[in-house]
């Protein structure tokens, strides 16, 4: 059994910081993928950043150098800080997994999915972030 649960969004103006929290309980046997993803208003789910079994983030180039993901293994929580927010940010923050996913692979998640493709086999109900002009 998987569940994934977020916590952490809200309202901040443009140039703000939020930190995102997901707390995990999931059981893996080898490679897996965890990570952030968002679906804006109107637009298509997509990946923002992913860790592999190993820690090594991946992060699609619209946030990096903004957002850093990071986890609490004893805590089963992982994080997203996000920082110089702009309105491009809204959106719907989903955490989701890939519990067999072959080593190297997690970076499809953050830089390529759009929606559709991989093998994510759990995701959390998300948490919104609006981001203010």
């Known amino acids: 059994q998987v569940q994934l649960m977020e916590s952490g969004g809200g309202s901040v103006q443009s140039g703000g910081s939020l930190r995102l929290s997901c707390v995990a309980s999931l059981t893996t046997r080898g490679g897996y993928c965890i990570g952030w993803f968002r679906q804006p208003p109107g637009k298509e789910r997509e990946g923002v950043a992913v860790?592999?079994?190993?820690?090594?983030?991946s992060y699609a180039d619209s946030v990096k150098g903004r957002f850093t993901v990071s986890r609490d293994n004893a805590k089963k929580t992982l994080y997203l800080q996000m920082n110089t927010l702009s309105p491009d940010d809204t959106a719907m923050y989903y955490c989701?997994?890939?519990?067999?996913?072959?080593?190297?692979?997690?970076?499809?998640?953050?830089?390529?999915?759009?929606?559709?493709?991989?093998?994510?086999?759990?995701w959390g109900q998300g948490t919104l972030v609006i981001v203010s002009s």
């Open positions: 989701a997994a890939d519990l067999s996913a072959p080593p190297g692979t997690c970076a499809y998640y953050a830089r390529d999915y759009h929606g559709t493709g991989g093998s994510l086999d759990a």
């Open positions: 860790v592999d079994v190993n820690g090594t983030p």
